[in-house]
Antibody, heavy 119, light 110 residues
């Protein structure tokens, strides 16, 4: 059973950088899967941020591409999200998700972590 | 810019059948969109119901089914139950490397 757990600061100052980590257990991030970040502002819908393959290939939402970096840490079996120049509009619950490559099933979700952008 | 569309809200009677749809403002949804459907209740992470248009995720009851109807993806719930009252989101592969969620449908069972 794959388990994903998000962690990181719950409060980030405007213009700062939001940094989150997703620890993966029960699977290797080097496996034939994609590792994805999704967010949900309070009371709103889901937004696909981007994803990374075990080889390091990344794809990002064009609306966020200039500010987003997703990376892998194979030694810790985890992947990370960095979002720069944040504003209040980046306040959201951030989820990490595993996508199975052959089937394109987003099959395992973390519980999510709320990040608030405020001074 | 292409947007993924869903009905903002829908209601169904207990035991009834409801079909939620997922479309594109430009173009058609097909099996190449690899549609995923998710169910979300307040305060919880989404739960995956359907992937690759019509395949149920592990443990999902067979009263949930996915399909293509015309130029849209569809999620049909047959024999709706009270605990099906949730928000439902679709996720489409617009092209290789780009995915987009619909705005979600709030389903009421009453």
């Amino acid at each position: 059973q794959v388990r994903l757990q998000e962690s990181g600061p719950g409060l980030v100052k405007p213009s700062g950088t939001l940094s989150l980590t997703c620890a993966v257990s029960g699977d290797s991030i080097s496996s034939d899967n994609w590792w994805t970040w999704v967010r949900q502002p309070p009371g709103e819908g889901l937004e696909w941020i981007g994803e990374i393959y075990g080889s390091g290939i990344t794809y990002y939402n064009p609306s966020l591409k200039s500010r987003v970096t997703i990376s892998l840490d194979k030694s810790k079996n985890q992947f990370s999200l960095n979002l720069s120049s944040v504003t209040a509009a980046d306040t959201a619950v951030y989820y990490c998700v595993k996508k199975v490559t052959p089937t394109r099933e987003y099959d395992s979700w973390g519980l999510g972590t709320l990040v608030t952008v405020s001074s | 810019q292409t947007v993924v569309t869903q009905e903002p809200s829908f209601s169904v009677s207990p035991g009834g059948t409801v079909t939620l749809t997922c479309g594109l403002t430009s173009g058609s949804v097909s099996t190449s969109s690899y549609t995923n459907w998710f169910q979300q209740t307040p305060g919880q992470a989404p739960r995956t119901l359907i992937y690759s248009t019509n395949t149920r995720s592990s443990g999902v009851p067979d009263r949930f089914s996915g399909s293509i109807l015309g130029n849209k993806a569809a999620l049909t719930i047959t024999g709706a139950q009270a605990d099906d009252e949730s928000d439902y989101y679709c996720l489409l592969n617009l092209h290789y490397g780009l995915w987009m969620f619909g705005g979600g449908t709030k389903l009421t069972v009453l």
